[in-house]
C-alpha cells in the first residue's frame, strides 16, 4: 500500500495567513493526488484533484503543488470558513490511502 | 443536483450483521464506479471498498475483506454494504463516495451514517 504522510498533524494561523499542508508519498506516482476539506460532523468535500486542478466552486486562495514525492495544498489570505481538517488522498492504485489529516485551528 | 443518500447503521452487539445503503440522484448511477470509506471516532479516513459499473469489478480492504460485501443495484440507484461479523474496531461513520474522474476522485460523498459495535 502507499503510505501518505502529512504535516504538519496540526497547525494555528490567523485570518489572513498563508499557510502550506505538505504530504509525501512512499513511493512514486504520477499526478493522482488530491485534497479534501472537513468540517466538523460533515463529509470530506473534494477541493483539488490531479495535484493542482481546484474543483468548481472552490475559491482560487486553495492552490496545490507538487515537487517528486512530495505534495503541498497552500491556503493563502485564510479566512475563518478555512477552519477545519485537510486531508491528503492518493488515487493511483488500489487500496487509495489517505494522509493522518491535519487541523487548521484559529490562532 | 447530485445527492447521495445514506440508511442503515445503528447499534449493534459484536459478532453481528447491518447493512447500508446509499440511494444516489442527480447523476446517471450507472455511469460511476462507487465506494465505502469510513472513519473512526476522531480518526481519518479509511476507504473500504469500491464497485465499477455494472458490478464487474469489487475490492475491498484488507481490514473487511470476507466479512463485507459491496453489492450495487442500477435499476434502483442504490449502493449497498452488508457487513457481517461486526467486530468493536469497525465502529466508525460509514461514507458512501462517488468516483469522479478517476475510480477513486470521490467527487461526491453520503452524509455518513454511525455504525457502533458494542456489546
Known amino acids: 500500500d502507499i503510505q501518505m504522510t502529512q504535516s504538519p498533524s496540526s497547525l494555528s494561523a490567523s485570518v489572513g495567513d498563508r499557510v502550506t499542508i505538505t504530504c509525501r508519498a512512499s513511493?512514486?506516482?504520477?499526478?493522482?493526488l488530491n485534497w479534501y476539506q472537513q468540517k466538523p460532523g460533515k463529509p470530506p468535500k473534494l477541493l483539488i484533484d490531479?495535484?493542482?486542478s481546484l474543483k468548481s466552486g472552490v475559491p482560487s486562495r486553495f492552490s496545490g503543488g507538487m515537487s517528486g514525492t512530495d505534495f503541498t495544498l497552500t491556503i493563502s489570505n485564510l479566512q475563518p470558513e478555512d477552519f477545519a481538517v485537510y486531508y491528503c488522498?492518493?488515487?493511483?492504485?488500489?487500496?487509495?490511502?489517505f494522509g493522518q489529516g491535519t487541523k487548521v485551528e484559529i490562532k | 443536483q447530485v445527492q447521495l443518500v445514506q440508511s442503515g447503521g445503528g447499534q449493534v452487539k459484536p459478532g453481528g450483521s447491518l447493512r447500508l445503503s446509499c440511494a444516489a440522484s442527480?447523476?446517471?448511477?450507472?455511469?460511476?464506479?462507487m465506494s465505502w470509506i469510513r472513519q473512526a471516532p476522531g480518526k481519518g479516513l479509511e476507504w473500504l471498498s469500491f464497485i465499477s459499473t455494472s458490478s464487474a469489478h469489487t475490492n475491498y480492504a484488507d481490514a473487511v475483506k470476507g466479512r463485507f460485501t459491496i453489492s450495487r443495484d442500477d435499476a434502483d440507484n442504490s449502493l449497498y454494504l452488508q457487513m457481517d461479523s461486526l467486530r468493536p474496531e469497525d465502529t466508525a461513520v460509514y461514507y458512501c463516495a462517488r468516483g469522479g474522474g478517476s475510480w477513486f476522485d470521490f467527487d461526491y460523498w453520503g452524509q455518513g451514517t454511525l455504525v457502533t459495535v458494542s456489546s
Open positions: 490531479a495535484v493542482y
Open positions: 513511493q512514486s506516482f504520477f499526478s493522482h
Open positions: 442527480g447523476f446517471i448511477f450507472s455511469d460511476y464506479y
Open positions: 488522498q492518493q488515487s493511483y492504485m488500489t487500496p487509495p490511502t
